[in-house]
Each structure stands twice: as structure tokens, then as C-alpha cells.
T-cell receptor, first 116, second 118 residues
Framework: DAKTTQPPSMDCAEGRAANLPCNHS???????VYWYRQIHSQGPQYIIH???NNETNEMASLIITEDRKSSTLILPHATLRDTAVYYC?????????????????FGKGTKLSVKP | KAGVTQTPRYLIKTRGQQVTLSCSPI?????VSWYQQTPGQGLQFLFE???????NKGNFPGRFSGRQFSNSRSEMNVSTLELGDSALYLC?????????????????FGAGSRLTVL
């Protein structure tokens, strides 16, 4: 099963870039990498996703290594409101409908603390 | 457009009771998936419904069940509640089924239903 590895916690100074790494060494060719974040006791919020190429949107940038075994989420100018748990998720497709395994695996995520 | 709505937001039950949680997806989304989140186990996938059919299922006992209606609204039920069922239950909706074989599929989560079992 595809799964991800993230550091449990990171600190970042307000206004600086936050770089959150994720290892997904067992990813296969057609699996996307998704990033979500969860602010205390709220539902996870979608940030960005990518397959092979680097991606950027209004929230963040996603850098995926050429071998696709790891990626980095970049928050270019972190603010206090970016303090949250960040999840890197790899979705693998289910080949048979009604399969007995869930196909979304959330790890423990990285708790990012942005400090003034 | 309106987001994913979960009701109730908070509820307290006692052991042995059952509970039903509701999830209204974003308009046009046909997939609803459910997750349990606890401090010890993190966020775990329960099951997914797409077009009123269960498409995927996580490793939870049969006490956890769900269904989806023709308007894509979904309910999940937990019977014979145990203390360990205390958790934040989240649902997420998406356009395509999680069981799709290719393509990106972004999930939109609701705020969750926090269940406390006493």
C-alpha cells in the first residue's frame, strides 16, 4: 500500500518560507500526491496536488522530485494562521469496485508551528 | 457554493447506544467518504459511497455502516457504541469515486461531527 512519511513537527518564523517534506517512496506511476492541512478540530482543507510536475497555486507550491519518491510543500510567506497539521497523501487507485481496503491513507502529518 | 455540511456537530451518547451522522455533499459531487479521527490513530478511512453504492471500505468492524441517498446525501451509523468510538467523524465529497483508476480527485471535507461516548 502506498503510504507517506512526514516529520512529526516543524517550526517556522512568521514571514519566512515553510518547507514541509514528504517521503512517498512506494508511489506508483499514476498516483497523485495531495496536500491537506487541518487547523485544530476543523475538517482538513485541500491545499494542492500534483503528479509529476511542480505545481503552484495561491496557497502554496509543490515540488516533486524527478523519481517521484518525495515531495516538498512550500508556503512562501508563512503567517500565524498557517499553524496547522499538514498531511501529505498519496491516492492509489482501487482496481475493483467494492474493494475491502481503503485507498486513502493519512499519516500522522506534520504539525507546523509558525512563530512570531 | 455551499460546502460539505455535517450534522450534528456535537453529540454525546452512552455505551451500547447507536448513532447516525449525516453528511450533505457539495452540489454535483457524487462521492461521499467517511473518516474517523482520534488522537491515537489519526485520520482513518471508513468507507466511500458513490451513486448510492459502497465502493471502498476501510478496516472497521461491521458496527460501522453507511448509506447514500439518490441526492448524494450520506449517513453513517455506528451501533452498540463503545468508549473507543469517541472521535471526530469527518465526511468528504468529491466529483469522482475514490475508486477511479486515474485522474486527480480533490476531496472537500466537512467540519466534522464530534462524538463522545460515555
Amino acid at each position: 500500500d502506498a503510504k507517506t512519511t512526514q516529520p512529526p513537527s516543524m517550526d517556522c518564523a512568521e514571514g519566512r518560507a515553510a518547507n514541509l517534506p514528504c517521503n512517498h517512496s512506494t508511489i506508483s506511476g499514476n498516483e497523485y500526491v495531495y496536500w491537506y492541512r487541518q487547523i485544530h478540530s476543523q475538517g482538513p482543507q485541500y491545499i494542492i496536488h500534483g503528479l509529476k510536475n511542480n505545481e503552484t497555486n495561491e496557497m502554496a507550491s509543490l515540488i516533486i522530485t524527478e523519481d517521484r519518491k518525495s515531495s516538498t510543500l512550500i508556503l512562501p510567506h508563512a503567517t500565524l494562521r498557517d499553524t496547522a497539521v499538514y498531511y501529505c497523501i498519496v491516492r492509489f487507485p482501487q482496481r475493483n469496485y467494492g474493494g475491502s481496503q481503503g485507498n486513502l491513507i493519512f499519516g500522522k502529518g506534520t504539525k507546523l508551528s509558525v512563530k512570531p | 457554493k455551499a460546502g460539505v455540511t455535517q450534522t450534528p456537530r456535537y453529540l454525546i451518547k452512552t455505551r451500547g447506544q447507536q448513532v447516525t451522522l449525516s453528511c450533505s455533499p457539495i452540489s454535483g459531487h457524487r462521492s461521499v467518504s467517511w473518516y474517523q479521527q482520534t488522537p491515537g490513530q489519526g485520520l482513518q478511512f471508513l468507507f466511500e459511497y458513490f451513486s448510492e453504492t459502497q465502493r471502498n471500505k476501510g478496516n472497521f468492524p461491521g458496527r460501522f455502516s453507511g448509506r447514500q441517498f439518490s441526492n448524494s446525501r450520506s449517513e453513517m451509523n455506528v451501533s452498540t457504541l463503545e468508549l473507543g468510538d469517541s472521535a471526530l467523524y469527518l465526511c468528504a465529497s468529491s466529483l469522482a469515486s475514490l475508486a477511479g483508476v486515474s485522474g486527480a480527485n480533490v476531496l472537500t471535507f466537512g467540519a466534522g461531527s464530534r462524538l463522545t461516548v460515555l
